[in-house]
């Protein structure tokens, strides 16, 4: 091995962010739902696996239940999904006592507090909760326990050492399980490296995808030690890394990398709404662009709400070396679910965090970005969400995200102000998760089963989609965000099908599109460039 070869992270080196062995969201990250989570889902999860194994990985390989709360962990490997769960009791006490006061006490209210003053009830608040929460009635008279985030984050119920990234090769796009079930344990073949997401040389690490280094200074970065050096190597190349392209042609180059990720390029200008980046698979996969693919530097990152396909934390550790500016839609902060992702980006290392309110408006050379508000796709619970309308020349581009479009009215509102939107990407996963799926966990208490299944987290159908474009006067539709790509799998728990129920009513608006006479109506997978008019 010459010690004068210099090395990047090969195109297969996938780097998952784990919190205490679990892949890093936020339902994993901040505080209060992190400890709701973990009493509620991790917990009850691990104790299942340990009572019947045998069962949770038999499940776990049965496509029809995916995204059911099984541990694809061998059977062998069981002693330490034990430890794991006896360090949880052990290690995370704190944060599982306060979770269940959380519960216990929001229900005392809803049973106790009719209008009456509240202040008496600070005097009995529980041990775990004092000092970092509020007693509030909303205008009907409800009491709510609004939990303060930012004071979570300085309490001991953060625990930031527990971060760490986990570096291997990505075989297959399938190859990882399921990232809400199944923690991360230790591999043979894997490099762990146990440090807060906020630390500076996590942005060294990543910027080995274009500036290579010696084994010596990858060696040390990581903590390692040349007995370390086997499967360290397995995980670079000494490969040159691609060029970086810049966009230097006339009008907008949009590229869509995948899912909900596109990036805009125009006048100079690099613009990544939702950005969930996959590495090239060892074993091949479909066409892809992937990081070495992306620009030098990034004007502007656009998150268009905290769900975990879209706020991805993996990604934007291994972008944030590059990346000018996040732009985060503004959270109400009385709802301990209504995650902050100002919050959030800060404890990920952010610094340029912009936070948007509904038609805030962010300038640059020859265009805007505007946020756009969108309904739909929260299961009916209060959640920062925005879409974005970005403005370039005369174009005017909508990244709709998740909407589900329940009243055109507020479409035709924001065309009224800013004129027909020519380009409108949207998502249709318009069949959605119930209430209970990702929210359960969360609530005091679940509403009747069959309420849970009427309150979807879904995006708009066929008739929905051709009602917001009709409002928004759009010549151009790509649908995008309906997690076809293999590599979702892990994230999406979806088995999509040729003829399934999204593909039928894509292709409804599809052939609506088409035979109104619009410029482009395409279904978006893997990659694509879309070039957009001049100035």
């Known amino acids: 091995m010459n010690d004068k070869t210099l ?20 339902h994993t990250f901040s505080p209060v739902p992190y400890s709701l989570h973990m009493l509620n889902y991790q917990k009850k999860n691990l104790s299942s696996y340990l009572q019947s194994p ?3 990985v038999k499940s776990s390989a049965n496509p029809k239940l995916l995204g059911g709360a099984f541990v694809n962990i061998p059977v062998e490997r069981k002693a330490e999904v034990a430890k794991m769960l006896e360090r949880m009791d052990s290690e995370h006490g704190g944060n599982l006592q306060m979770a269940q006061d959380l519960i216990d006490f929001q229900n005392l209210l809803d049973r106790e507090a009719a209008g009456q003053s509240l202040e008496p009830y600070y005097a009995v608040l ?44 990505q075989t297959h796009d399938r190859a990882r399980p399921y990232y809400m079930s199944t923690p991360r344990l230790p591999e043979h073949d894997s490099v762990e490296w146990a440090i807060p997401f906020a630390q500076a040389q996590i942005d060294e690490l990543f910027k080995l995808d274009s500036r290579p280094q010696s084994l ?97 934390f993996e990604t934007l550790l291994r972008l944030r070396h590059k990346i000018g500016c996040l732009v985060v839609p503004k959270s109400s902060g009385i709802f301990y679910g209504d995650i902050s992702m100002k919050l959030l980006a800060r404890e990920l290392g952010f610094t340029d965090v912009i936070e948007v309110d ?10 805007a970005i505007i946020a756009a508000p969108f309904l739909g796709e929260h299961n009916d619970l209060p959640f920062a969400k925005s879409g974005y309308l970005i403005s370039a020349g ?4 909508l990244f709709a995200a998740d909407s589900n479009c329940l009243d055109r009215r507020m479409y035709e509102n924001l065309c009224a102000e800013y004129g027909p939107i020519q380009t409108v990407f949207l998502g249709m996963e318009c069949i959605g998760a119930p209430l209970s799926w990702v929210y359960g966990p969360l609530l005091p208490k679940l509403p009747e089963r069959k ?25 151009r539709v790509y ?10 799998q892990y994230f999406m728990a979806l088995e999509p099908e040729d003829d399934d129920a999204y593909i039928r009513e894509i292709g409804k608006v599809l052939a609506a599109c088409q035979s109104k006479g619009f410029a482009d109506a395409r279904r978006l997978y893997g990659k694509d460039d879309i070039h957009l008019g001049g100035k």
């Open 479 to 488: 649908i995008y965000a309906i997690g076809r790509e293999p590599w979702l």
């Open 358 to 367: 509904p038609l805030d408006t962010i300038a640059f050379p020859g265009g």
């Open 54 to 56: 045998e069962i949770h």
């Open 126 to 169: 529980p041990e775990s909760m004092r000092g970092y929460v509020e007693l509030l009635y909303d205008y009907n008279n409800r009491p709510i326990v609004r939990c303060i985030e930012s004071l979570f984050y300085k309490s001991p119920h953060y625990k930031n050492h527990l971060q760490s990234l986990r570096l291997f090769t």
């Open 451 to 475: 309420h849970c299944q009427t309150r979807r987290s879904k995006g708009s159908d066929a008739d929905a989609a051709l009602s917001l474009l009709d409002a928004v006067q759009s010549e």
């Open 394 to 397: 005369e174009q005017r581009l």
């Open 7 to 26: 090395y990047r992270l090969a195109d297969s080196t996938a780097v998952e962010a784990l919190v205490d062995n679990w892949v890093a969201w936020p």
């Open 216 to 312: 010596a200074y990858i060696r040390e970065l990581l903590g390692l030690d040349a007995g370390d050096d086997e499967k360290l190597i397995d995980l670079l190349t000494d490969q040159p890394p691609r060029a970086a392209e810049v966009w230097q042609g006339s009008g907008v180059r949009v590229r869509y990398l995948g899912h909900a990720s596109v990036l805009v390029e125009y006048n100079g200008v690099a613009i990544l709404i939702d950005p969930f980046i996959a590495v090239q698979p060892s074993q091949g996969g479909i066409g892809r662009y992937s990081f070495q693919d992306l620009p030098p530097h990034i004007d502007y990152v656009l998150i268009t709400h905290v769900h975990h396909d879209h706020y991805v």
